[in-house]
């Protein structure tokens, strides 16, 4: 399975933030910037912070990309 943070770019987008605040809001580490910048797996504790700072449910977040079978 494969998934995509595509959602979280464009929520980013829209209210004008950068990965940059992203982590320093947030309080994310550059390693899982990193990661969710390349679609990698992070755990359901950087949805949840994620999910709460923005008041949104996961799917505004990441997007199932379907299975790499």
């Known amino acids: 399975m494969s998934f995509s943070y595509k959602p979280l770019w464009k ?3 829209d209210q004008e933030l950068s990965k940059t605040d992203l ?3 947030v309080g994310l580490s550059s390693a ?3 990661k969710l910048g ?3 797996y992070v ?19 990441f ?3 379907g299975s790499d079978k």
Do not use: N, Y
């Open 23 to 25: 982590k320093d809001t």
């Open 63 to 65: 997007e199932w990309k």
């Open 43 to 61: 755990s359901m504790q950087i949805i949840d912070r994620l999910c709460c700072h923005f008041q949104v449910q996961p799917s505004d977040i």
């Open 38 to 40: 390349k679609d990698e």
């Open 32 to 34: 899982t910037i990193a």
């Open 11 to 13: 929520l980013l987008l």
